[in-house]
């Protein structure tokens, strides 16, 4: 059964869940499949035109798409959350209207959509007799605001009606998407084995500095007063954190915080292999209460103790072995101590159990 992926990051950005679940379907299934790269879904902001004068040059080098992924990238203009003038699009999706109903054929397939969309909402309904499913894997609505907020809401609750299958990857989502469907199943993320380094073997660290380490994107649900405080608690040690920097600090770095350029995922591992503590710092609000953060899995597999404040999924990890939930009305310096000296047994089975294949093979496709 051939796949169509509507895909809410581009096939060119760092592997997440979507590129995961089509290596996945394509491992068990060997059908091809159809990648539907995310087009402006709601009004531009000054911050985009970088980031779309970098999508415009982009071309997908040959060697960068396995022989069995087509990719269409669709052209649309920043309106969908304008009611009526979103159906300009339409005319721009006519030959990917087209283009999927070639890929398709006379045969069956699984439309997958990972966000709401227009679109998406188009060509389940134009090939509504094949299997279609949600996957739910953020809150797309919250990083959202006033027309553009209300109008994914709805593309929203028009996709979930519509689907035949509904999956979120953490709670929250479970619990907001159940009040329309109780179908929902829960499939987590995971990590990807094959990418993990030789974990270095770890003993309870003595000598300073202690290496505090985060690898990911620091944005808007980056707690930057919780890495002050932790500097401030931990001034002979060293905070080293790596990945784009999309909204920095309101005030000079101290000495002991370093920040690095993003790296590639093979490379991030390596650098987080390192880490004497791995950080998860979002803070809690609606952006991150339906997180279910992939460094926590990452961290976990490499045998890094985790200091994490308590948002989204990592509030249901307190008990979890290596995992250091930083509490407001406690002290972060104890907090951080503990985990400087957790010497949790390295658990060799956990990436097994929880990498990308373990989680898709455990949920239900239609």
Known sequence: ?????????????????PHKFVRWYHLRTQAPVLWIDPYPARFPRISDWERVRKQLALTYPTEQIPPWLSIIRPRALPIEPLPGLAQFNRVLWTGIVA???????????????????????????????????????????????????????????????RVDTLWASSRKLVHRLSKQRSDVQLVPNGLDPALLPVPRRRTIVRASPVVFGYVGTMAAWFDWDIIFALARARPQDRIRLVGPLEV????????????HPPVP??????????????????????????????????????????????????????????????????????????????????????????????????????
């Open 99 to 161: 283009e999927v109903s070639r890929f398709i054929g006379s045969g069956d397939a699984m439309i997958v959509c990972g966000k709401p969309s227009l679109l998406a909402l188009d060509i389940l309904a134009k090939f509504s007799r094949h299997c279609s499913m949600y996957d739910a894997m953020d809150d797309f609505p919250s990083f959202h605001r006033g027309l553009a907020k209300r109008a994914l809401c709805t593309r929203e609750m028009q996709l979930i009606a």
């Open 248 to 259: 920095g600090p309101n005030r000079s770095l101290p000495s002991n915080i370093e920040l």
């Open 265 to 366: 995922h093979a490379l991030a591992l390596q650098i987080m292999n390192e880490f004497d503590v791995g950080l998860i710092p979002f803070k809690r609000n609606s952006l991150t209460d339906s997180v279910d953060p992939i460094k926590y899995y990452e961290y976990r597999a490499l045998g890094v103790p985790v200091l994490s404040t308590d948002f989204g999924e990592m509030a249901s990890r307190k008990n979890m072995p290596g995992v250091h939930l930083i509490d407001v009305s406690r002290n972060l310096a104890d907090t951080a101590s503990r985990a400087v000296a957790d010497t949790t047994a390295l658990d060799t089975a956990f990436a097994k159990r929880h990498s990308w294949e373990a989680v898709f093979d455990a949920a239900r496709l239609n």
């Open 1 to 17: 059964m051939r796949l169509v992926y509507l895909s809410p990051v581009s096939w060119s950005s760092f592997e997440q869940r």
